[in-house]
């Protein structure tokens, strides 16, 4: 989830997506790693710093999956 999606608050999007399913898998992506305690307010898996990197990246798909 891009915390910084245009049109949408990406915190306000999980907040719904967690009404409809509380199972659903959250990565947040942001330019910012002070987002990243809000981005577990809301039960996010992990958090990935923008730019992405692949080596990061590498590491926590096969976690999230």
Known sequence: MDI???G???????????EIDKTVLLIF?????RFAVS??????FDF???PIKYGNFKIK????I
């Open 8 to 18: 949408a608050d990406g915190f306000e999007v999980s907040k719904k997506l967690r």
């Open 29 to 33: 992506v942001a330019d910012m790693s």
């Open 48 to 50: 990935i710093v923008n």
């Open 4 to 6: 910084a999606r245009p």
């Open 61 to 64: 798909l096969p976690r999230a």
């Open 39 to 44: 981005g577990y307010e809301v039960g996010a």
